[in-house]
């Protein structure tokens, strides 16, 4: 419970922080086109109409900031949405700031002798462009599903698993859809048409309570493949985002999850193993809870999923093909990838922070600068020489604000897994 309670500290500290530099920057940034919308028409009509609804918007971020989120009771799907209309206005603003400094630095040296410069223009339309990009990432990304496919090769996959298909999903966060199963319904049905042999999910189902999962139960119930649906959990499946009045609320909310999972026909491992079977050969899918690199607590335990002793028959350096399912990628590189030989880490958490570039395969995301392995496969030999792999799976829902950008779209990933050294 002490280490809950440090994290909800350190959590609640940051967006006070990132409140208050943001309302300086907007108070700035609205001041500044105040300035320069009065200089630039006649009247005083349009420059009012813009102060006064600049001051709604800082109200607005103010309300957001004092709002109990954490409370038991209350809801954030509108806080997202309220946030998000502020984010893409603003930064739809900075757009225009940039390119009128621009155009004031040119008339400066001389290159435009009137007040009237295209840079005001070109910046107006970059800004309308900005806008489109963010509610775009609204109207159309969010539900634009990508299937990636990815092949697995293994000398010490066993010879009945040559062509065996996984399907991971990941980071479905079905509270931001508040009740609306549309999406989620549209994503079972393109998971269940790739007819995998065994479905994967890596943790972050809810946002903050149990209860989010209610309307959505009987449609990822409808989620099938012959070898089931294996899950671990994610951050946010913990109740840890809400400030509970009894901490036995929060046990009770862990232990309906769970009831949950199981009632949608979902193997939960937490912190344990399976064996898939086909014929007289097997393989190993290995699940922890989540192993969290601060503010998230640790509750992942692989020893107690499969133990690092030689002494046992099944353990972490066994030399048999190994899949682990763990919800944050920096599990794999600060511990899996160094210290066990499993062939194959799947990990979700990153969202690729919804936003993301992709030219021609070169593929760019801000979430780099928190995640050395921030999505797509990577691959490290461990301290034995033995190669391990990860994949990060830049999830398929969407949580604090209610939008995927550019190239971040839904993901759900095939995995054929196949055998080399014939």
């Not at 009237?116 to 159309?140: I, K, N, T």
Request: glycine share 8%; charged share 20%; aromatic share 10%.
């Amino acid at each position: 419970m002490e280490v809950w309670n440090e994290t909800s500290l350190y959590t609640m500290r940051i967006p006070l922080v990132l409140a208050l530099v943001s309302l300086v920057i907007s108070v700035l940034a609205d001041i500044y086109i105040w300035n320069d919308l009065r200089k630039s028409t006649r009247g005083r009509l349009w420059s009012n109409i813009y102060g006064i609804s600049s001051v709604i918007c800082w109200l607005t971020l103010i309300a957001l900031v004092c709002w109990p989120k954490r409370a038991e009771d209350s809801g954030i799907i509108w806080l997202m949405w309220m946030l998000y209309a502020y984010l893409s206005i603003y930064f739809a603003k900075l757009v225009y700031i940039i390119f009128s400094l621009l155009g004031r630095l040119i008339r400066i040296m001389g290159r435009f002798k009137t007040r009237s410069h295209p840079s005001r223009w070109v910046g107006l339309l970059a800004a309308l462009a900005c806008l489109a990009v963010m509610w775009g990432g609204v109207v159309y990304t969010r539900r634009a599903i990508d299937v990636e496919e990815v092949t697995i090769k293994s000398p010490r996959l066993p010879e009945e698993f040559d062509g065996y298909r996984i399907v991971q999903i990941s980071d479905l966060h079905v509270g931001t859809w508040g009740n609306d199963t549309t999406f989620i319904s549209a994503l079972v049905d393109s998971v269940n048409a790739l007819r995998p042999d065994l479905i994967v999910f890596t943790g972050d189902i809810v946002n903050r309570k149990t209860e989010e999962i209610f309307p959505f139960m009987n449609t990822l119930a409808r989620l099938k493949a012959p070898d089931g649906v294996l899950s671990v959990l994610g951050n946010h499946d913990y109740g840890d985002y809400v400030d509970w009045k009894d901490p036995s609320e929060r046990t009770e909310n862990n232990r309906r999850l769970a009831s949950c999972q199981k009632g949608m026909g979902w193997d939960l491992l937490n912190n344990t193993r399976r064996f898939i079977k086909r014929g007289t050969d097997s393989i190993t899918v290995v699940g922890v809870e989540n192993w969290g690199d601060p503010p998230f607590p640790v509750y992942g335990d692989l020893e107690a999923a499969l133990s690092s002793s030689r002494d046992s028959l099944h353990h972490q350096n066994d030399g048999h093909f190994k899949i682990l399912l763990s919800h944050n990628p920096e599990h794999w590189n600060r511990v899996v990838s160094k210290t066990t030989d499993f062939d194959l880490t799947l990990s979700g958490h990153t969202h690729a922070m919804q936003m993301m570039i992709d030219l021609g395969g070169w593929k760019w995301s801000p979430a780099k600068y928190r995640y050395e392995q921030w999505g797509g496969l990577y691959e490290r030999l461990n301290d034995a020489g033995q190669p391990t792999r990860l994949y990060v799976n830049i999830g398929g829902g969407e949580v604090g604000m209610p939008s995927r950008l550019m190239a971040a779209k839904p993901e759900i990933t095939l995995f054929t897994l196949r055998k080399t050294g014939k």
